[in-house]
């Protein structure tokens, strides 16, 4: 198994700034996503982001709106740019030892923008 | 993008009933997931089966796979109220990378006691 500390919980932040949001795992993992959930929605992959190499983004997502960070196997951050309301949502984090293990799931990052 | 499509998108039941929620998926995979998320909260995994697989059970839990018609479906027996949550199904889809998961839509569960 694996616990994951997601900073911050959340926060409220004015349009314009960014705000990076930390994943911090206690044991080594290969493979780590980032998603996006809004308020009563379903989750929706923004990233997948492995140790070594460059995150890769899905439809809809560029690097110049949510760059990442992976310096090592516990480790990774989002940050979210030049923000407007829209990007208001629930951000978490997610890693995976391997195809057909379970996901582990950080307690979400509560995006407020104004 | 999102893999599969989930009904119904909201159940409401008395405690002690059966709920059944169901998950369709479009491309080939690997295996399938449900998790259960409570209001606000991190998703917790529920059970995985694999593509191989036709049925699974976990304690109060029974998920079925036909990858035929592309679909499954979660069966909660004799269920209570702190069963109440939403429910994902999501998919492992491979690609030259390595793979990902996409979720379906979720189905919100309220159990009345």
């Known amino acids: 198994s694996a616990v994951i500390s997601q900073k911050p919980s959340r926060d409220i932040c004015q349009r314009g700034t960014s705000l990076t949001i930390q994943c911090q795992v206690d044991s080594q993992v290969t493979m780590m996503f980032w998603y996006r959930q809004q308020p009563g929605q379903s989750l929706t992959l923004i990233a997948t982001a492995n140790q070594g190499s460059e995150a890769t983004y899905e439809s809809g997502f560029v690097i110049d709106k949510f760059p990442i960070s992976r310096p090592n196997l516990t480790f990774s951050t989002l940050t979210v740019s030049n923000m407007s309301p829209e990007d208001s949502s629930i951000y978490l984090c997610?890693?995976?030892?391997?195809?057909?293990?379970?996901?582990?799931f950080g307690q979400g990052t509560r995006l407020t923008v104004v | 993008s999102q893999q599969g499509e989930e009904d119904p998108q909201a159940l409401s039941i008395q405690e002690g009933e059966n709920a059944t929620m169901n998950c369709s998926y479009k491309t080939s995979i690997n295996n399938l997931q449900w998790y259960r998320q409570n209001s606000g909260r991190g998703l917790v995994h529920l059970i995985l089966?694999?593509?191989?697989?036709r049925e699974k059970h976990s304690g109060r839990l029974r998920v079925t796979l036909d990858t035929s018609k592309k679909s499954s479906s979660l069966l909660i027996t004799a269920s209570r109220a702190a069963d109440t949550a939403s429910y994902f199904c999501?998919?492992?889809?491979?690609?030259?990378?390595?793979?990902?998961?996409?979720f379906g839509a979720g189905t919100r569960l309220f159990v009345k006691a």
């Open positions: 089966i694999r593509s191989n697989e």
């Open positions: 999501a998919t492992d889809a491979g690609w030259t990378g390595g793979f990902k998961t996409i």
């Open positions: 997610s890693v995976r030892a391997e195809v057909n293990t379970e996901a582990f």
